[in-house]
């Protein structure tokens, strides 16, 4: 054992004979409320459940955009997506652009530390000229899935096990049918939904099993598809749940999670494992009841409201994390801090997001984290912040509706960009549903609150230098994923 893991330990108050490992799930478009855990009454997720009773429940956790590409970004970098460039918007199968190959991401610090390393379904960070951006060029040793949302290429006639044997919706035109990669390879063009789950879940077993008998450390990182849009599920989940297909997603995915945990425990390597789950961004509630449920938080995807980015997030450690529920503040981009505290790996020579949350998980300590910054979906240097959450108060310099949340009773989760002067304020622990702004007219004790949040936001801006957008370097179609590179005419011809 070298010096800094032998300190780590001792900090710790537990000399483990490893660093432990770690698996991390990402679910994707869920919301606060879909959880059984989290209340929701007709979900069916009982290994989330029983994470949930054994683990460390989070209240108050945070991602860092309202949409897919930007959150990943900053899970996997510890940096806000503004650092990294990775803004405004999603990658698209034909993207130039993708998370810049100088950040270091989460596998690339563990990578130091001799672990294992392995991705597994949703990317999303890029795909470029022969792949240039797949996480195998970021630190993963081993890659199955599909480099950007399962919905970005004609999806339609998606079979899943319904009566009418189709999936719910239809998906993006003109572009190549979704492929499946094993690292950098395509093996299936258009891919089979129905199996998808089946083989992430093998996969992942298999890298675990493999990983424990070289007798080395690991990192499972597990984007899902589930629960995004169109939701899908195979053989085993189809028409179990009571929510229907948002349901039967939702179930396929915490079967998976359940497989991983029993693999784990059968190898003897539970109480040396840190799971984590959590998700990319709120639900899209456009989808009506086949989309996900914020609980009680307000509007979803694509919105700086709570309900698009305070997401479910619970940390299972059985022997290291003590069960209970946490309301302390925390967020994805602290995971990275974290990991390398936990594995004795030094942080990246860059200006760091995140904190280190190792005391909050083993001891229920303070957490570090007291400020959350928002950024809107398509951020830029005009409007900078959107919201800032000091404590347990949030100050919203403007709001904006989006699409992907509308369709809700409460039309100011559609209606078009607002600035508020003064600042909208709420208490969210009096009213976590920001339906009532505080009158700070009647409260001076307010002006205090909303002097030293400005305080913050200027320090804070005065910090930020806004990378060069990796997504506005625009499209190429040749580069989308084709698995006969060389085929005309496309993109029809990219079938295998
Ligand atoms: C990565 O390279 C770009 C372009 O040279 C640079 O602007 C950026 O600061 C670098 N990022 C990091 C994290 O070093
Ligand atoms: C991409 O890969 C192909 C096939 O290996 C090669 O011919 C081509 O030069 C590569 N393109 C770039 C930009 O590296
Ligand atoms: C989907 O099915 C329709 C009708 O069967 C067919 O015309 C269309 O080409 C199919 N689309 C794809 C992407 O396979
Ligand atoms: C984990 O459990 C095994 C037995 O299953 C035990 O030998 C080992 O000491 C435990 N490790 C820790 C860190 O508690
Ligand atoms: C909702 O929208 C109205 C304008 O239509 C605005 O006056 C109000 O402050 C908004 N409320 C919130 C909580 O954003
Ligand atoms: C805030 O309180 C003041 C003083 O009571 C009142 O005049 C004003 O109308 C209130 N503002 C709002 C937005 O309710």
Not at 26 to 43: M, R, V
Not at 426 to 441: G, H, K, Q, W
């Amino acid at each position: 054992m070298d010096l800094l893991l032998l300190l780590g330990a001792l900090v710790l108050g537990t000399v483990s004979a490893a660093p432990p490992n770690f698996v991390l799930v990402f679910a994707d478009d869920l919301g606060f409320g879909d959880l059984g855990c989290y209340g929701h009454p007709s979900s069916l997720t009982p290994n989330l459940d029983r994470m949930a009773a054994g683990g460390l429940r989070f209240t108050d956790f945070y991602c860092t955009s309202a949409s897919c590409s930007p959150s990943r970004a900053s899970l996997l970098t510890g940096r806000y997506q503004t650092r990294t460039g990775v803004y405004p918007g999603v990658f698209f199968p034909s993207s130039i652009g993708g998370l810049p190959l100088n950040e270091t991401t989460i596998a690339e610090v563990l990578k130091t530390r001799g672990y294992s390393t392995a991705a597994m379904g949703k990317w999303h960070l890029g795909f470029g000229t022969n792949g240039t951006f797949l996480p195998v060029r970021q630190g993963f040793d081993h890659f199955l899935g599909i480099p950007y949302s399962h919905d970005q290429g004609p999806c339609d006639n998606m079979t899943c096990f319904y009566p009418d044997g189709k999936c719910f919706g239809t998906c993006d035109q003109d572009t190549v049918v979704v492929p499946l990669m094993k690292d950098d390879i395509i093996t299936e063009q258009p891919i089979s939904f129905i199996d998808l789950e089946k083989s992430y879940s093998d996969f992942g077993v298999n890298f675990i099993k493999s990983s424990v008998k070289k007798q080395q450390p690991f990192f499972l990182y597990y984007p899902a598809h589930h629960t995004h849009y169109p939701q899908y599920a195979g053989r085993g989940a189809a028409g179990r749940s009571l929510r229907g297909p948002f349901g039967d997603s939702l179930l396929e995915l915490d079967d998976t999670i359940g497989r991983l945990i029993e693999t784990l425990r059968e190898n003897g390597v539970l109480n040396n494992t840190l799971v984590f789950f959590t998700a990319d961004n709120g639900p899209q509630l456009s989808l009506m009841s086949r989309g996900g449920n914020s609980g009680p938080l307000k509007c979803g995807k694509g919105t700086t409201y709570e309900g698009g980015m305070r997401m479910p997030s619970i940390a299972y450690w059985p022997g290291t994390i003590r069960p209970g529920v946490t309301h302390e503040l925390a967020s994805t981009l602290d995971l990275l801090p974290t990991f390398a505290r936990l594995a004795g790996a030094k942080l990246p020579d860059v200006f760091l997001d995140g904190v280190d949350m190792t005391e909050l998980l083993t001891n229920r300590g303070k957490s570090k984290r007291e400020v959350m910054m928002f950024y809107p979906i398509h951020p830029n240097k005009i409007h900078g912040l959107f919201a800032i959450r000091l404590g347990k108060y949030k100050a919203h310099y403007y709001t904006e509706g989006n699409g992907r949340s509308g369709s809700t009773p409460d039309h100011n989760c559609s209606i078009s960009l607002q600035f508020h002067h003064p600042p909208l304020l709420f208490d969210l622990e009096a009213d976590v549903s920001e339906n009532y702004p505080l009158n700070v007219t009647e409260r001076p004790d307010l002006q205090d609150v909303l002097e030293q949040i400005k305080k913050v936001k200027l320090q804070f801006e005065a910090s930020m230098v806004f990378g060069e957008s990796q997504i506005e370097k625009g499209k190429d179609p040749n580069l989308e994923p084709c698995c006969r590179p060389q085929c005309s005419p496309k993109p029809q011809c990219c079938h295998c």
